[in-house]
């Protein structure tokens, strides 16, 4: 949805609903979870794309301290034949 809104320039909606995103991955109970970790590294990567997008460069270093934060992504292991 918030790729939808900032595709068409509301860009206000867009940040609010991914700020939103980001602060329930924060307080979910599995926060800690891989998947959830993924996922707010997503949502952050989102939000450093629109705020680039949108010229807002203060806000977008902002995030990209928050993202370093996150493990690179990486591909899964292979799993053992046999």
């Keep these: ?3 939808l809104l900032a595709d068409r320039k509301n860009n206000d909606w867009a ?3 991914l700020i939103d995103a980001d602060k329930s991955l924060r307080v979910h109970l599995r926060a ?6 993924r996922r707010r590294a997503d949502v952050t990567d989102k939000l450093i794309h629109l705020y680039t997008t949108w010229g807002r460069e203060a806000d977008a270093e902002k995030r990209r301290a928050e993202r370093a934060k996150y ?3 990486q ?3 292979p799993r053992p034949r046999g």
């Design 15 to 17: 940040a609010a609903l």
């Design 71 to 73: 493990p690179p992504e």
């Design 32 to 37: 800690s979870f891989a998947s959830l970790t």
């Design 75 to 77: 591909a899964p292991r």
């Design 1 to 3: 949805m918030a790729e």
